[in-house]
């Protein structure tokens, strides 16, 4: 079982930025294509960003030009770097490779707000 580990979020006003992080405890972790997901209130969780082992990246329409994924395998570390925040980015923010069937880690909440 891997355990997926978020942090880095907090409160912002909009306009400003995060940079989230995540971390896995799995000795394949460099093969994994990682993704960052978010699950706003009353909403599904979606898919925002994601990156494969060789570090392309791809985003959702509505983060796209203002997020950035990145990897650093020798750290086992995924990141998220959110510019341009707005309310609509406020949720809890989710790591796990994509078509993984493990268990969701604890997230790590964004709140955007003036």
């Known amino acids: 079982q891997i355990q997926f580990v978020e942090s880095g979020g907090g409160l912002v006003h909009p306009g400003g930025s995060l940079r989230l992080s995540c971390t896995a405890d799995?000795?394949?972790?460099?093969?994994?294509?990682w993704g960052w997901y978010r699950q706003a209130p009353g909403k599904q969780r979606e898919l925002v960003a994601h990156i494969t082992s060789g570090g392309s990246a791809n985003y959702a329409d509505s983060v796209q030009g203002r997020f950035i994924i990145s990897r650093d395998n020798t750290k086992r570390m995924v990141y998220l770097q959110m510019n341009s925040l707005n309310a609509e980015d406020t949720a809890v923010y989710y790591c796990?490779?994509?078509?993984?069937?493990?268990?969701w880690g604890q997230g790590t909440q964004v709140i955007v707000s003036s």
């Open positions: 799995t000795l394949i972790f460099h093969v994994y294509m």
């Open positions: 796990k490779p994509l078509g993984n069937q493990n268990a």
